[in-house]
Structure formats: structure tokens, C-alpha cells
């Protein structure tokens, strides 16, 4: 039953973009589907939130809940979906005093089918079929639409994982944009500066290209205007601290380059931790430095997967944020810094057929240390290939290497 929207179903976000609004095109395709299927008027698959079920696919739907994309969750009969974790099925639901009637009574719900849809396993909403008369599912059409059901949930948790990639990824960005902003924010000032010193000097240029003036009128005038001179030194200091700000901008921009590069392209470990110092370059000057050692047996040719570069920042991060003064004089938070040159150090390393980030971290904070593995697990856990994992007082991440 429907196998062009299984195979659609199938397709990852990267090669199917989420649609704009609600409705997704792939789901909306296994949910035409499943109408033409079972020949019913009405299918949809509804996410179950807290208060609402929002649908992300549709057909048939009455104009006023297409246009809502969808409705409470207190009226639904997909919230006893994702309450049980198991199909409903109503064979006539003005018969039945368990099921909420608002639906039913505005919308002639009369029988339902609906099975559980999940993300990484969760069961979140249900894909469902709807009659205007009462009507007996039977058995084979309760199991294609757990079959198609399938196919939904690979779709959503696509989504979902597409949406936390960016978050991700806009994550990883962010101190990348603010030092980028700084850097176009010291170019305005430094060409208003600029401006004025030009215009400081430009007496002194009417005089040199002045041809009704002799020479000795120019001396004269020249040394009445000795005090402007000064305004050539500031105009070369200026022209320095441009190239500093225009470099600063352009080692961003090549950073961002890489870390919106395709998610399947190979990257050398070299290029991608130098983005990284790069990415963190603001942030690691506003909390107190960074160290990066990079291994020399990943020199050269060793390569790995493009989001290694987002996970490796967004950590950096996270783990700036569990930074807390303590006593110790090593690592994560201390009031005294892991070694002269301050700041956090973080080591990568080869080991075997994987790359390993070594995040240094202190005794001290271990009870905080439980909970920062947690949230990098889960902060990650959608991107292949990368695990977290605590090794004494370290937090490692690791990722294939791919030679």
C-alpha cells in the first residue's frame, strides 16, 4: 500500500527539505495515500504537543482546520495514541462516551484509525484515517498503516533532525558572527577616523598642487601648517589597524565557509580544527582563552565527516557555560588556569581508526561534569558518528576517522 510515499518517506532531509508551513510535501503524499488506499475522505498525521496537535500532513481536512493546521489536544483522538503507544481504532465514535465529541459533533468524525508515529523512538502524534460513517477497519488496514507509519516517522525525525542541525550549527556560528560584527563595526569607525585625518591634510595637498603659489610662498604656508603632519602617522596607524579588522573578518568568513559546508563532504582534521579556533576565537576571548593541541599523527591527509566541525564548537561552548571558580589549580573553571597560558585546553588526538577531543576538565567540578555529558549527548545524539563520553576528570568526543 502507497509505495511511492514509502519511498518518499524514506528520503533524508538533506535530500527533501521540509515544506514551508505545516504541511510537509512528503507526508502529504503517504497521507494522499493512505485516503486513496483505504478510500477515506479524511487522513492526516498530527504531531501531539502538551496543549495542541499540530498536523504536518493532510487530506481532506474541512477548510477551517487546513487552515488552523490543527486543533487542541483535549479534542483529540490522537492524544490516546500517543498516551497508550498503540493503534486506536473507533468504529463509530458518536457511540462511544470515552471519545471527546467536540470533533465529532463540528466535524462528522464518525470512525477513526490512527497509529503511533515516533522521533528516535518517542511515539509523538499518529498517522490516522478518518470516515464520515461509521465503518469496521479491518485487520490488513490497520497493518499497512503501521507499515506507513514507518516511512512518517523516518520523515519527521528527519525534520527534527535537519532543525537541531541548525540549531546546531547556529550554535556553533554565533561567536563567529559577533567577532565578524566587531570587525565591521572597528572598519565604520576606522573610516570615519580615516576621513578626518584626510581632511586634516587637505590644506597641506591645496597648497602643494597650488599653481599660483611660488616656492618660497609655499614654505611660508607649509610651516604654518607644520601642526597637520601629524595627521600622515595617524593615517598609517589607521591603515594597520584596517588590515588587522579586515583579516580578523576574513578568517571568520573562511570559518563560516566550513562550517556550513555539505554535512557527507570529507574534511582534513588540520582544516577543520583550525576553523574551530577560529569559530571560538570571540568566545574564548571573552571567557578567559582557549588552547587547542592538535596531534601530529593527524597531520596531513587524515580526514573526517563536515559536522564534526559544529559538534566540536557547540561542546567548546557548552563547556565554557559549566565553567565555575574552584580551588584547583588545574582545568575546568579554576580560579588559577590549567597552566601558565590560561584558559581551557583541549586536545586532539588519534586513537585507532578515531579522532578524540579531549576537553580537560577539574576534580572539583564532577558533580557538574555528569550533567555536562548528559547535555552534549543530547545536544548531539542526531549527528552520525559523534559520541560523548567522561573519562576521569576529561570529557572526550569522538568521530570516525575517515583516512
Excluded: W
Amino acid at each position: 500500500m502507497g509505495e511511492v510515499a514509502r519511498e518518499n518517506g524514506e528520503k533524508t532531509a538533506r535530500e527533501v527539505a521540509p515544506g514551508e508551513g505545516c504541511y510537509d510535501p512528503v507526508i502529504q503524499a503517504i497521507v494522499a495515500g493512505v485516503a486513496r488506499d483505504l478510500a477515506v475522505p479524511v487522513a492526516f498525521v498530527s504531531v501531539v504537543l502538551d496543549r495542541t496537535q499540530i498536523f504536518r500532513g493532510a487530506f481532506g481536512l474541512p477548510p477551517e482546520l487546513a487552515v488552523a493546521c490543527g486543533t487542541g489536544r483535549p479534542v483529540s483522538l490522537c492524544q490516546f495514541v500517543v498516551e497508550s503507544k498503540k493503534p486506536l481504532v473507533v468504529n463509530d465514535a458518536r457511540a462511544d462516551s470515552s471519545i471527546p465529541q467536540t470533533l465529532v459533533e463540528d466535524f462528522n468524525i464518525r470512525a477513526y484509525a490512527g497509529v503511533p508515529v515516533t522521533i528516535d523512538g518517542a511515539v509523538v502524534g499518529a498517522l490516522c484515517a478518518v470516515d464520515h460513517m461509521p465503518r469496521q477497519f479491518q485487520a490488513a488496514e490497520i497493518a499497512g498503516l503501521v507499515g506507513l507509519a514507518v516511512s512518517v516517522s523516518r520523515r519527521l525525525e528527519a525534520i527534527e533532525h535537519l532543525r537541531r542541525q541548525r540549531i546546531l550549527t547556529s550554535t556553533a556560528g554565533e561567536p563567529a558572527f559577533q567577532e565578524a560584527r566587531n570587525a565591521l563595526f572597528a572598519l565604520g569607525g576606522l573610516h570615519y577616523e580615516a576621513r578626518h585625518a584626510i581632511e586634516s591634510l587637505r590644506p597641506v595637498f591645496n597648497v602643494l598642487r597650488a599653481p599660483s603659489l611660488d616656492a618660497a610662498s609655499k614654505m611660508r604656508v607649509m610651516r604654518s601648517l607644520e601642526g597637520s603632519f601629524g595627521a600622515f602617522d595617524d593615517l598609517e596607524k589607521l591603515l594597520l589597524h584596517a588590515e588587522a579588522s579586515t583579516f580578523r573578518l576574513q578568517e571568520q568568513v573562511l570559518a563560516l565557509e566550513q562550517l556550513l559546508s555539505e554535512p557527507e563532504r570529507l574534511v582534513s582534521i588540520e582544516v577543520l580544527v583550525g576553523a574551530a579556533e577560529r569559530l571560538l576565537h570571540h568566545e574564548a576571548r571573552v571567557r578567559g582563552g582557549l588552547r587547542i593541541h592538535l596531534s601530529p599523527g593527524l597531520l596531513g591527509r587524515h580526514t573526517t565527516r563536515a559536522p564534526f566541525l559544529p559538534a566540536f564548537v557547540a561542546a567548546v561552548r557548552t563547556l565554557y557555560e559549566f565553567r565555575r571558580p574552584v580551588s584547583s589549580s588545574r582545568g575546568l573553571g579554576s580560579s588559577n588556569p590549567p597552566s601558565d597560558e590560561g584558559g581551557l585546553v583541549v586536545n586532539v588526538v588519534r586513537e585507532n581508526e578515531a579522532v578524540v577531543v579531549q576537553m580537560e576538565c577539574d576534580q572539583d567540578s564532577l558533580e557538574d561534569l555528569d550533567i555536562l555529558v548528559d547535555r552534549l549527548r543530547e545536544s548531539s545524539k542526531f549527528v552520525e558518528g559523534i559520541a560523548f563520553e567522561r573519562r576521569q576528570f576529561d570529557v572526550c568526543m569522538m568521530t570516525p576517522l575517515v583516512c
